[in-house]
């Protein structure tokens, strides 16, 4: 499976921008990871099956009411709405994928992800 990042920008802090990921292939899980520069990378968001046609959806802490992920099952793709950006925002973003269904005790671990994608600069500015 190989995953395709896009999307990322420069913004003002305040502003909103929106990452997309498309998968060549049927994924169970997907997430989105960040990365800012001398830090680690840390998880942002996942989405995970929840049986039938149902996905569940977390966030981070640190995003929630910020950020909100959703996933089109059509185009195994995911999205990154990211509103009210702040600086502290400014990573490069990761999206990441695994054929299987993560544990909601293991989605928020990037070591859980099989799939990555190259990544996608987002930059806001203060």
């Known amino acids: 499976v190989q995953l395709q990042a896009s999307g990322g920008g420069l913004v003002q802090a305040g502003g909103s921008l929106r990452v997309s990921c498309v998968a060549s292939?049927?994924?169970?899980?997907m997430a989105w990871f960040r990365q800012a520069p001398g830090k680690e990378r840390e998880f942002v968001a996942a989405v995970r099956w929840g049986g039938g046609s149902y996905y569940q959806k977390y966030h981070a802490d640190a995003v929630k009411g910020r950020f909100t992920i959703s996933r089109d099952n059509a185009k195994n793709a995911i999205y990154l709405q990211m509103n009210s950006l702040k600086p502290e925002d400014t990573a490069v973003y990761y999206c990441?994928?695994?054929?299987?269904?993560?544990?909601?005790?293991?989605?928020?671990?990037?070591?859980?992800?099989?799939?990555w994608g190259q990544g996608t600069q987002v930059t806001v500015s203060s």
């Open positions: 292939g049927r994924t169970l899980g």
């Open positions: 990441a994928a695994s054929p299987t269904n993560p544990t909601t005790g293991a989605l928020r671990d990037p070591q859980r992800y099989d799939y």
